[in-house]
């Protein structure tokens, strides 16, 4: 699924207040918020790959399996691809390697691949080869470029097909069903409603350079035509680093997209996204002009190296991973932001332990496109206060470190100092 260019108009969504979901509006003085589960975040972060370039970074699967374990990232979406019985053991092969460790896979069907008419044999081929390792089925990837003068049709007939075909598949009952993505999600209106034939809907979100926070009210909003009221999961979006692209969806440095990449996570979360795939984990190929912005969406450059935002994101997961098993955690927090600035963002998640998190952030650009230029952000003083002492309470940044930057013992108010970037306070009773 290689990222084709998108004009920004298309994925800037208005400011209107999404007020059912979106949580990271203004951060008001709150009295009393509901916790959501921290595993449940971190199992909302996905990331895409192509296992299957064998000439790109991909084809070094040693690099790949390393630094995807390292990442603490493990929901992956790829493509559904059957060639000889050789190819077709080395490619799912990996997988299962990835699966060995805890990596998931949404499998994406296209017509215009090796999958030109899904049927039964073929998933349940697939998903034997696959060894267990996918958790949901995905139709065609943005058809409404695909040049196809009957592509409403083909993303009609093609959905249809895999999912009944799906449905006489033993293995394949219980998995989700993604419906197809659309690169124009004004198209949704012209595909018409295909809910009988989907769990899940589908967007492909990407802020063109520009801040996170408002992509989801009005693409939401717009994806009901194909998906009525069914959830939705963000199956593409991020940012490039191809400084010389010029095109028309602006390149942002490595060091904001660090800052935008984990906002973008907690705001998709923030809007009742289930799961959010970044596109994408390594940098495709070889491109030291960075002229080419396929070459650039990744969280590892194409030497190998961690780029910041993969550093930012390897720390979160780090921090909020809850490994204790058990329901999912709720919880009540009273707490009160002193100043309330009309900028901060937040989500409040809590773990099974009882402890609670309260990412925090400034949600303003980071980033000027026009001038390629990092902006320098003030960070605004807030004191944080609760009814009650925390035994202990914790903060982190995680685009430093995944170990406490400062630590407070037996405290009911706390001064933090919050930036264009994530922060985490971790209050343990």
Known sequence: MRRVLNPSACFIAACAVFTVLLLTRPCLALET??????????????????INYFDRLYGNFDLLKQRLEESGIRHVRDGAVLQN???????????????????KFDMCFDPRGSIKQPSPEQISKLLDLAGGSVESIEGPNE???????AWIDVAHNYQQALFTAAKQVPA????????????????????GDISEFVTRGNLHTYAAGGMPDSLYAKQAQQATAMYGQKPLI????????????????????????????????????????????????????????????EFHFGLVRYDGTPKPAFVAMRNLISILRDN???????????????????????????????????AIW?????????????????AVHESISFPKAFRHINLYNPMESASPIQQWSKAAKVDVNIPDHVLVLEMLP
């Open 85 to 103: 019985d050789a190819y077709n053991r080395l490619v799912y092969g990996r997988w299962k390697t990835l699966a060995s460790f805890g990596v």
């Open 324 to 358: 204790s098993g058990g329901p999912a955690s709720a919880g009540m927090l009273s707490y009160q932001i002193s100043d309330e600035s009309p900028n901060l963002a937040h989500t409040l998640l809590r773990k099974r332990n009882g402890a609670y998190y309260l």
């Open 143 to 149: 058809l409404d470029i695909s040049k196809k003068p």
């Open 362 to 378: 400034q949600e303003v650009p980071s980033y000027d496109t026009k001038t390629q230029t990092d902006l320098v952000v003030q």
């Open 172 to 191: 394949a009952t219980e998995l989700n069903f993604v419906g197809p993505s659309m690169a124009f999600v004004k198209n949704a209106q012209r595909v």
């Open 234 to 293: 963000v199956t593409e979006t991020g940012y490039h680093n191809a400084m010389n692209n010029h095109g028309s969806q602006p390149p942002i440095s490595e060091a904001a997209g660090a800052k935008y990449i984990p906002r973008l996570y907690f705001q998709s979360f923030n809007a009742g996204i289930e799961k959010t795939y970044l596109y994408e984990f390594f940098d495709e190929g070889n491109d030291p002009a960075q002229t080419n912005q």
């Open 33 to 50: 918020e509901q916790a959501k589960d921290t595993q449940t975040f971190v199992d909302s972060i996905g990331v895409n790959t192509h």
